[in-house]
C-alpha cells in the first residue's frame, strides 16, 4: 500500500515537472517570438505613425508614437497632388500589363516543358535557369542603347519589355512545378477526345490552375511594382516615372516633407501587403516549389 | 504537327530569351571592347583595353571589398535570422491563431521594395532620428551617430538594412521545408534517445539541405546585385565607403557616360556571376548525389 502510494506520487512529481518544463520552454518560445516582431515590426509602426505626424514634428523630442499634430493632411497633399497620382497610375498600367504578359507566356512554356519531350529543352531549360544569375546592370547598359534606337525609352512598353523578361524565368520555373503537379490523365483523356492541345490547354488545365496562376501572377506583380533601376534609367519625365522612383525624387526635392515620403511609401506598398495578405498561403507554396525545383 | 506543337508553344518565350538576354549580353561584351560608345557613332576596337583600365582602377576593388562584406554578412544573418524565426514559427507549443500572427508581422519587411526600405532607415537612422534617441537615453552612446554618413558605420549601416529587407525570403521558405520534414524521424530520434540539438543537427539540416542550398546562392546572387538599397542610402558614400559593383557600374555610366568602361565592368560582374552559379550547381548536384 505504501509503496504504491510513493510510486504514484513520484510519478505525479515527474508529471509535474514536465508540466513545468513545458511551461517555461512555452515562456522563452513567446520571448524569442515577441523579440522577433519587435525587430521587424517596430520600424514599419514607426513609419506609420510618421506619416501621421506634421512636419515639423518628425524629429521632435523626445519621440512619440503618436503625437498632438496626429492628422491626415500628410495622405491629403499625396492623393492630391497630381504628380503623385501620375506614379501610382504608372506603376498600375504597368505591372497590371506585366503581370497578365508574362502568365500568358509562362503558361504556354510551362505547358510544353511539363507535357512535352523536344530538342531544345535541355538548352533553353539551361538559359531560363542561368538567367537568373545575370546581373541586371550588365542588361541595364544594352538596353538603355536599344530602348533609345527602338523609340521605346520613356514609355510604357519599354518597361513593360524589360519586366516581362525580369519576372519570365522564375515565374517558368513556378507555372511548371504547378503543371507536373497536375494528373496527366486529365489532358490525356481530353486527347482522346479530340482536343487540340491548346484547347486542352485552356479549357482543361488552366480553370485548375488557379493556386499556381495566382502565386506566379503575385510574384510578377511584386516584382514589377518594386522595381526601381530600370525605372529610373529608361524613363526620363517625371510623367513616366513609377512609384519606387518617385519616393526617391520627392526625398531629392529641397525641403521635401518626411511624413509625405512616409505617407507616400505607406500607400505604395498596400497593393503589394493587400495582396500578400489575402494569398499567401497559396503564395508561398508556390515561391517555394519552385525554389526547390530549380 | 503534333512534333511542333512543344515548339509553337515556346516560340514567345524562346524570343524573348533571344531579343532580350542572348542579344543584349552580345551587345554589352561587343561594347566593352570598343571606346565611346553610345556617345559616339563611330567607336573604334580597342580590345581589352577597357578591362585594364577596370582592373586597375583602386575604386573597382574597393567595391569589390565592400560587394564582399555586405553580401557576406547579408547571407550569413538571413540564413541565421531565418532559420531562427521559422524554427520558432514552427513549435507545437504556439497557438495557431498567434502563429499566424505573428508569421505575418515576420513576412512585413519583405513587403516593402528596397526603395521604401531606404527612406524608412534613412528617417530611423538620422541622426536626430529615433534610433539616435534611443542610444543616447540608454547612454549606450552620448553624440548621436552619422550612421549613413560616417565612414566607419555607413557599410555596416546598409547592410543591417539589407538584412532586415532580406530574411523574410530565408524564413518562408525555411518555414515550408521544416512543415515538410516526417514527424516519424523526430520521433525515431526521441526514442533513440537525442537531445533537441543533435536532433537539429542529424535531422533537421540534413533535411533542409537542399533549401538551406538554393536559398543561399539566390541570396549570394541577389545580394551581389543590389543596387536601389544603397543608391537610395548612401548612394555609394562617404566618398566610397559603400560603394559596391553595382553602384559602381552604374555611375560609370549614367553619371561620366562612359559607357564602354561600364561595360567591362558590367561584362566581369557577369562573369563573376556565373562562376559562382555554375560553381554553386555543381556543388548541390554533387551534394544531391551523395
Known amino acids: ?294 | 504537327m503534333e512534333r511542333l506543337t512543344p515548339y509553337a508553344l515556346i516560340t514567345p518565350t524562346t524570343l524573348l530569351v533571344i531579343g532580350l538576354i542572348i542579344v543584349p549580353i552580345v551587345i554589352v561584351i561587343g561594347y566593352s571592347l570598343m571606346d565611346n560608345v553610345i556617345v559616339d557613332h563611330n567607336p573604334h576596337f580597342v580590345g581589352l583595353k577597357n578591362y585594364w583600365s577596370i582592373l586597375s582602377s583602386n575604386n573597382f576593388w574597393v567595391a569589390v571589398r565592400n560587394t564582399s562584406i555586405f553580401t557576406g554578412g547579408s547571407v550569413v544573418v538571413h540564413l541565421v535570422l531565418g532559420m531562427g524565426f521559422a524554427m520558432l514559427l514552427n513549435t507545437k507549443l504556439v497557438s495557431p491563431v498567434a502563429r499566424t500572427l505573428y508569421r505575418v508581422i515576420y513576412v512585413l519587411p519583405w513587403v516593402f521594395t528596397a526603395s521604401i526600405v531606404a527612406v524608412l532607415w534613412r528617417l530611423l537612422l538620422d541622426p536626430n532620428g529615433v534610433i539616435n534617441y534611443l542610444l543616447q537615453s540608454t547612454g549606450i552612446v552620448h553624440n548621436a551617430v552619422t550612421w549613413l554618413g560616417g565612414t566607419s558605420t555607413a557599410l555596416i549601416s546598409v547592410t543591417a538594412i539589407n538584412i532586415w529587407g532580406g530574411y523574410p525570403f530565408f524564413m518562408i521558405s525555411l518555414l515550408a521545408g521544416l512543415q515538410r520534414i516526417p514527424t516519424d524521424l523526430y520521433e525515431a530520434a526521441t526514442v533513440d534517445g537525442a537531445k533537441p540539438v543533435k536532433q537539429f543537427l542529424h535531422v533537421t539540416l540534413p533535411q533542409l539541405r537542399p533549401i538551406i542550398f538554393a536559398m543561399c546562392l539566390l541570396d549570394l546572387l541577389w545580394t551581389t546585385q543590389q543596387f536601389t538599397l544603397i543608391w537610395a542610402t548612401t548612394g555609394g558614400g562617404p566618398i566610397n565607403y559603400t560603394e559596391v559593383l553595382s553602384t559602381f557600374t552604374y555611375r560609370i555610366a549614367f553619371n561620366n557616360y562612359e559607357f564602354s568602361l561600364a561595360s567591362a565592368s558590367a561584362v566581369i560582374v557577369l562573369i563573376a556571376s556565373v562562376v559562382v552559379a555554375v560553381f554553386y550547381v555543381r556543388q548541390l548536384q554533387r551534394a544531391r548525389e551523395s
Not at chain 1, 506619416?51 to 518628425?58: C, D, E, P, R, V
Not at chain 1, 499634430?69 to 495622405?75: M, R
Not at chain 1, 524565368?169 to 491548346?198: F, H, N, S, V
Open chain 1, 1 to 294: 500500500m505504501s509503496v504504491s502510494v510513493t510510486a504514484n506520487s513520484r510519478r505525479d512529481a515527474a508529471a509535474r515537472r514536465a508540466v513545468g518544463r513545458r511551461i517555461v520552454k512555452k515562456f522563452w518560445v513567446y520571448v524569442g517570438l515577441t523579440a522577433g516582431a519587435l525587430f521587424a515590426g517596430l520600424p514599419v509602426l514607426w513609419m506609420l505613425s510618421s506619416s501621421f505626424k506634421s512636419n515639423s514634428a518628425i524629429f521632435e523630442y523626445p519621440p512619440k508614437l503618436i503625437d498632438s499634430t496626429f492628422s491626415l493632411s500628410a495622405y491629403r497633399a499625396v492623393l492630391s497632388s497630381s504628380q503623385s497620382l501620375r506614379f501610382f497610375l504608372n506603376s498600375y498600367v504597368i505591372a497590371l500589363s506585366v503581370t497578365a504578359l508574362t502568365l500568358i507566356v509562362a503558361l504556354h512554356t510551362a505547358y510544353a516543358f511539363s507535357r512535352y519531350r523536344f530538342r531544345l529543352k535541355g538548352v533553353l531549360n539551361v538559359i531560363i535557369i542561368g538567367s537568373q544569375a545575370v546581373p541586371p546592370v550588365a542588361l541595364l547598359i544594352p538596353y538603355f542603347g536599344l530602348m533609345v534606337s527602338l523609340h521605346l525609352y520613356n514609355s510604357y512598353q519599354g518597361l513593360i519589355l524589360t519586366y516581362i523578361i525580369l519576372t519570365l524565368p522564375y515565374a517558368i520555373i513556378m507555372m511548371t512545378a504547378y503543371i507536373d503537379g497536375l494528373p496527366r490523365e486529365l489532358d490525356e483523356a481530353a486527347k482522346m477526345d479530340g482536343a487540340r492541345p491548346l484547347t486542352t490547354l485552356w479549357r482543361v488545365l488552366v480553370p485548375i490552375c488557379g493556386p499556381g496562376l495566382v502565386s506566379t501572377g503575385l510574384y510578377t506583380f511584386m516584382i514589377s511594382w518594386n522595381e526601381y533601376l530600370f525605372a529610373l534609367t529608361l524613363t526620363q519625365t517625371n510623367n513616366m516615372r513609377t512609384v519606387p522612383v518617385g519616393i526617391q525624387l520627392l526625398m531629392g526635392e529641397n525641403n521635401f516633407q518626411w511624413n509625405q515620403v512616409m505617407a507616400i511609401s505607406i500607400l505604395g506598398c498596400i497593393p503589394v501587403l493587400v495582396l500578400f495578405l489575402i494569398f499567401q498561403r497559396h503564395f508561398i507554396q508556390g515561391l517555394a516549389s519552385g525554389a526547390v525545383k530549380s
